[in-house]
């Protein structure tokens, strides 16, 4: 890998802050929308399991950081320093407007099209491998909103009648008394397991559940959505920062790093990056999502988590880029479609669907003129 200069580092993180305040809202709005807990706390957890699966992607991305490191220009293309300067200049300046307008937009979107930009204008499109960028990021771009609006119609009524179940109930793991219970809307228990140890007497189970004085883990409806959405803010994560940090070996020939030490330094940071970004602007997005798209319960909210996490995550395994913006955003819409046409506010979709069709060419223009810019500069 080529030197890189401070100013590329200090553009990946830029880029990094503008994905964590864009993009945590993606996997938190349900847990607000559906009441679960407030903002800021939402925010919170999801910033803790971004920046925990942008750290892992250091182990797990390879797949991904190839196919935004090298696979998308032509071998032998000569890439000077003002071509990755104008892409993250130019994505990351389309994603922190998006972020303080509360629009959600795709870090996936931006980066292609700061990438096409760049490669018509400074090798007339020749050094673009376009077969690549059909494939590789178009197809499953185009794909996977329509992927996951259909996912959540299938998934959803299968979570709404689980969750119709367990509302009310909850699930004891009572280490004190070896025993694992089941607890009912009324607080009546049953014991799904209880071990002994060499010998000793078990101990009795209560027969009533009084909550406040359980001595052991409670896990409720509440429980299992909070799991739901820090998995799918881990899987944002995985699928983000490897994106991010590809920027720094745009066009090598391999993705080869001078040291594990240099890798694993770069994710860090890209990963703390993320981490304040979402935390210290990722409100205006996550108000769109959990407020401005369709009212949500704790069943519907799980349901687009689970949609989120498992596209995203799967995606990311095969190296295949899809946008967690449109993931997400597609489960939700989905979610309102399956309680009728009118619980869905068509306003703010047409808002975020704009957004989405408007991002390929903006970020492609503002890289074109940090290009100009830059190559006059440097």
């Not at 200069?5 to 709005?29: E, M, R, T």
């Not at 299968?158 to 219970?181: N, Y």
């Not at 030490?261 to 996550?286: D, K, N, P």
């Not at 890289?367 to 440097?378: E, G």
Request: hydrophobic share 55%.
């Amino acid at each position: 890998m080529v030197d890189i200069s401070l100013l590329a580092f200090a553009l990946v993180f830029a880029l990094a802050f503008a994905n964590g305040a864009n993009d945590v809202s993606k996997a938190v709005a349900t847990l607000v929308g559906s009441g679960v807990t407030n903002y800021r706390t939402a925010i919170a957890w999801g910033t803790a399991w971004t920046m925990a699966g942008a750290a892992l992607a250091a182990f797990v991305a390879s797949s991904m950081i190839n196919t935004f490191g090298h696979g998308l220009i032509q071998p032998g293309t000569s890439i000077g320093p003002a071509v990755t300067l104008a892409v993250l200049t130019g994505a990351m300046a389309w994603i922190l407007f998006a972020a303080r307008t509360g629009l959600p937009v795709s870090t996936t979107h931006a980066l292609t099209g700061a990438i096409v930009g760049i490669g018509l204008i400074a090798f007339a499109g020749e050094g673009l491998i376009w077969s690549a960028i059909g494939k590789k990021i178009a197809l499953p771009l185009l794909v996977s909103p329509f992927l996951a609006l259909a996912a959540s119609l299938v998934i959803h009524p299968a979570i709404r009648a689980l969750a119709r179940k367990w509302e009310g109930s909850c699930l004891c793991v009572m280490p004190a008394s070896r025993a694992l219970v089941t607890v009912d809307a009324r607080g009546g228990t049953r014991t799904l397991l209880q071990a002994t140890s060499f010998g000793s007497p078990v101990m009795a189970v209560p027969s009533q559940c009084d909550r406040a004085g359980l001595q052991g883990l409670v896990v409720g409806l509440d429980t299992i959505h909070w799991v739901s959405s820090g998995l799918a803010s881990f899987a944002r994560g995985t699928n983000d920062a490897p994106k991010i940090v590809a920027m720094l070996l745009l066009g090598n020939a391999t993705t080869a790093w001078p040291s594990t030490l240099s890798q694993l330094t770069v994710f860090g940071g890209v990963a703390v990056a993320m981490g304040l970004g979402s935390y210290f602007g990722g409100r205006r997005v996550t108000e769109v999502l959990a407020e401005k798209v369709t009212r949500m319960d704790h069943s519907e909210g799980l349901s687009a988590n689970l949609t989120t996490a498992g596209l995203v995550l799967a995606s990311g395994t095969l190296g295949l880029p899809v946008s967690t913006t449109h993931v997400s955003s597609s489960a939700i819409i989905g979610i309102g479609l399956l309680k009728g046409w009118n619980n869905v506010r068509w306003r703010t979709v047409r808002d975020m669907v704009l957004a989405w069709v408007v991002t390929l060419p903006a970020s492609a223009l503002l890289a074109c003129i940090a290009y100009f810019i830059l190559s006059r500069i440097l």
